[in-house]
């Protein structure tokens, strides 16, 4: 899968580009800020009964299959450590969960859901709130609001967000908090294309050396 999109969040906008599973281009005002073109071979470290360190080989989730319901939508997806859902990676963990917003399947109470065009596109709007049971990917960037209770180790919501996801894509393209002044992060995804194909120079770091050479002697972006 490849997907082309602007996010803004805090005021900023990135220009991004995704080829699953793990290649990422993201520009900020026109320039490169971040490029990823190879993970590394390992994703996370076990530790063995002597309490050594063990790298453990990662697993993409294009490698594995999901369960899907009668509608053709993923009702469960495997669940085994090895399996890296985080990549590709950029900034925070709230770029992760807009991506992949799998942490509003689970302790979340919907209400108000509708069809919607975000940006030309279709999409599903919901009003929705965290119940104690919200476990988000990183509680200092989650998609909805509140934070975690140190002591009963449960979320405290304080307002309702206002989210959509891409019909075609499942990708969280807005999420608008319902609160006081500040209640978390707030973004916008506007989808620019959807698996299309995506040239190899696009992901390629470009050495400092090269920015010596002739103009035509260049190829690709920077």
Request: aromatic letters at 8%.
């Amino acid at each position: 899968m490849t997907l082309e999109f602007e996010v803004e969040r805090s005021g900023t906008v990135e220009h991004a580009w995704i080829a699953r599973p793990d290649r990422l281009r993201v520009e900020s005002k026109g320039e490169a800020a971040h490029i990823q073109s190879e993970a590394p071979p390992f994703g996370r470290v076990g530790y063995s009964s002597s309490g050594k360190g063990v790298p453990i080989a990662r697993v993409w989730p294009t490698d594995v299959d999901p369960t899907y319901g009668d509608n053709g939508l993923v009702s469960e997806r495997p669940e085994d450590t090895t399996i890296d859902y985080d990549p590709p990676f950029h900034s925070d963990y709230f770029w992760v969960a807009l991506l992949d917003p799998v942490e509003l399947s689970v302790g979340v109470e919907i209400g108000d859901v509708r069809e919607v065009t975000h940006h030309g596109r279709s999409a599903w709007e919901a009003r929705v709130r965290p119940t104690p049971d919200y476990e988000p990917r990183c509680d200092c960037c989650a998609l909805l609001n509140g934070s975690e209770s140190l002591d009963q180790m449960t979320w405290v919501p304080n307002a309702d967000t206002m989210i959509r996801l891409d019909v075609q894509t499942g990708v969280c393209v807005s999420v608008r908090h319902l609160g006081g002044p500040w209640c978390g992060q707030e973004g916008e995804v506007r989808i620019l294309a959807v698996d299309e194909p995506l040239a190899d120079e696009l992901f390629r770091r470009v050495g400092w050396w090269r920015r010596f050479l002739p103009s035509r002697n260049r190829s690709g972006p920077l």
